[in-house]
């Protein structure tokens, strides 16, 4: 089997219900502050972590997630050297774009059983926009993934076959989640929904908060600059549950 290749993280960027920007978050975590609202999709008084009305553009989740993906990208881009700029242009680049789809409320409602079936991927048109948009890139791969709860983590591993079999230089790893209508129900039917305070650590938690984010890193084959490195990732499946784990526990 040949060795997985590393993966090197040459640059990040993130919005969350905390703002834009990986500092953002790590602060709000820092000083425990709660950045949770009643949710604005279900009178059901859960509370949802959901990113600010200023990073949102009215419209279609479609339009929101690309102007999400463009303001990241654009961040990111002032924080490369020229260098890394210029290598971009010239080698070979992979867009990935992964989510767990729960915020998909206009692709289903607006199709009918009979057609369905034979619309695009509604997160495909977010990759063409965007590769087109940034035409200074070498694009030659875009990819949406969408594996539930583990859809970066698997996105993750894709890009690490990619470098392992020299087929991409660089990848442009990007992930997000809306929260709809349809996934708040889902997880309110389940009665795993927190309707006080997110508290994950407490003897008393009473469940947990879905939170919005997008977020964005550039992966690199190989780098003398980057000293963050990922050096394997791995995902399993028992084949015991589409949803679940062995209820004997024998996964673990």
């Known amino acids: ?53 200023e990073y949102k553009v009215t419209g279609s989740f479609q339009k929101t997630l690309f102007q999400a993906l463009q303001r990241l990208w654009e961040e990111l881009s002032q924080k490369l050297s020229k ?7 010239s080698s070979r680049v992979a867009f990935i774009f992964s989510s767990t789809k729960g915020f998909i409320e206009d692709f289903i409602w607006q199709s009918s059983p009979e057609s369905i079936r034979k619309l695009a991927d509604p997160f495909d048109g977010i990759c063409e926009e965007f590769i087109q948009t940034n035409s200074q890139v070498h694009w030659i791969h ?39 209508s349809f996934i708040y129900s889902g997880f309110d039917s389940l009665k795993v929904l927190s309707h006080t305070k997110n508290k994950p650590f407490s003897a008393d ?41 062995s209820v004997n526990g024998q996964g673990l």
Not at 145 to 156: E, I
Not at 207 to 220: H, N, T
């Open 142 to 180: 875009s990819l949406t993934l969408s594996s539930a709860c583990c859809s970066s983590h698997v996105a993750l591993e894709y890009a690490q076959d990619l470098f392992s079999t020299d087929r991409m230089d660089y990848v442009v790893l990007a992930g997000a989640d809306l929260i709809g």
């Open 83 to 89: 260098e890394l700029k210029n290598d971009l242009a």
């Open 205 to 245: 938690r009473d469940g947990l908060q879905l939170g919005e984010a997008i977020a964005m890193v550039l992966l690199s084959q190989k780098s003398e600059t980057s000293n963050i490195k990922i050096a394997h990732v791995a995902s399993d499946t028992e084949g015991s549950s589409i949803t679940r784990p």
């Open 1 to 53: 089997m040949k060795k997985p290749q590393a993966l090197f993280i040459e640059a990040s960027n993130c919005i969350t219900a905390a703002g834009l920007g990986p500092q953002a978050l790590t602060t709000v975590l820092e000083e425990g502050r709660v950045c949770a609202a009643p949710a604005e999709v279900a009178n059901t008084g859960g509370l949802v972590c959901m990113i600010s009305a």
